[in-house]
């Protein structure tokens, strides 16, 4: 079944697959921070994801970023996470990303 991006049960399904794969993970180090996720877009939203050693323990999509302690946020528009998916989706893992944001606004990592 296909998944809805952006959505909370998208990334419960991320986290459901990392945590089921804890051996590859675990050679990544481990991780204990709130990541937040904002896709920007005519409907804009932000997720927090909430990594615990070398696990995803929590996932929920905020209203606004004052409803959690994100430690750093990545932001893109709509457009470019779905490109993203769809290259990892095409060719089993990440690439590198051939197009650019444009819009330095777009480009932070807010910490």
Not at 56 to 82: I, K
Request: proline share 4%; glycine share 6%; aromatic share 10%.
């Amino acid at each position: 079944m296909a998944l809805k991006f952006p959505s909370v049960d998208f990334f419960r399904e991320l986290a459901r697959r990392m945590n089921g794969d804890r051996a590859t993970f675990e050679k990544l180090g481990f991780c204990d921070a709130v990541m937040g996720v904002r896709v920007l877009g005519k409907a804009p939203h932000l997720y927090a994801l909430t990594f615990e050693v070398y696990d995803c323990t929590e996932v929920r999509e905020l209203g606004d970023a004052s409803e959690a302690e994100l430690d750093f946020t990545l932001q893109a528009p709509a457009e470019l996470w779905r490109e993203m998916l769809e290259s990892i989706r095409q060719h089993g893992q990440r690439r590198v990303m051939h197009r650019a944001v444009r819009d330095p606004a777009q480009r932070q990592v807010a910490a």
